[in-house]
């Protein structure tokens, strides 16, 4: 059975600080994924990796980082953490095939 | 125009009804079609894949319009656990796999 694991269910922040979001995965997955979602506007892909050590922006990457040392993880860095980066962030995998397999969100508040 | 698009709801249905959800997509070499349902506060999982002959998996039909570019979701004789938000899920092959989600249509299942 697939797990993603998200470090965090739950986080508060000031605006300011520096977020870490980390995502592990343990079915040795090519690709991952970080998403936002918020009302209205469904999932927005940050950013994704296919490899280690690679990475490719998505759609909404500005004010975010990634990092992907190790295969089976994938960690989201707000440099800078902002109110209008509130919202739940969602990690995801996937293998060589289609379908994506998610953790179970961080809700991040930046206050 | 949204890459993907579908009519957010909310669809109420009684117990035991059919319900139907389309979702359009805009670009012509998308190559694969999903079915993500999300419970409230929980991550998306995967439905069903939709194929080109479409496909049924008990009360669930899913079919695919290439020409009218579209893809339908199906659910028979509707139950109360059934009550979640259906998300469209279209890849554009090629590269790393762009993957583009709708932004969900929310099913509520009433006694």
């Known amino acids: 059975d697939v797990k993603v694991t998200q470090s965090s269910r739950y986080l508060v922040k000031r605006t300011g600080e520096k977020v870490f979001l980390e995502c592990v995965q343990d079915?040795?997955?090519?690709?991952m994924f970080w998403y936002r979602q918020d009302p209205g506007l469904g999932l927005r892909l940050i950013y994704f990796?296919?490899?280690?050590?690679?990475?490719e922006k998505g759609d909404i990457p500005e004010g975010y980082s990634v990092s992907r040392e190790k295969k089976e993880r994938f960690s989201l860095i707000l440099e800078s953490a902002s109110t209008n980066q509130t919202s739940m962030y969602l990690c995801?995998?996937?293998?060589?095939?289609?379908?994506?397999?998610f953790g179970p969100g961080t809700r991040l508040t930046v206050t | 125009r949204k890459e993907v698009e579908q009519d957010p709801g909310p669809f109420n249905v009684p117990e035991g009804a059919t319900v139907a959800f389309n979702c359009t997509y805009s670009?012509?070499?998308?190559?694969?079609f999903f079915w993500y349902r999300q419970d409230c506060r929980k991550e998306p999982k995967l439905l069903m894949s939709?194929?080109?002959s479409g496909n049924e998996d008990g009360r669930f039909t899913a079919q695919l319009n290439r020409a009218s570019q579209y893809i339908s979701l199906l659910i028979r004789d509707s139950k109360l656990s059934d009550s979640a938000t259906y998300l469209c899920?279209?890849?554009?092959?090629?590269?790393?796999?762009?993957?583009?989600f709708g932004t969900g249509t929310k099913l509520q299942v009433i006694p």
């Open positions: 995801a995998s996937r293998p060589a095939g289609d379908e994506q397999y």
């Open positions: 079915m040795d997955h090519e690709n």
């Open positions: 990796s296919y490899d280690v050590k690679m990475k």
């Open positions: 670009n012509s070499a998308s190559q694969s």
């Open positions: 939709v194929y080109s």
């Open positions: 899920v279209v890849n554009l092959s090629g590269g790393y796999q762009k993957v583009t």
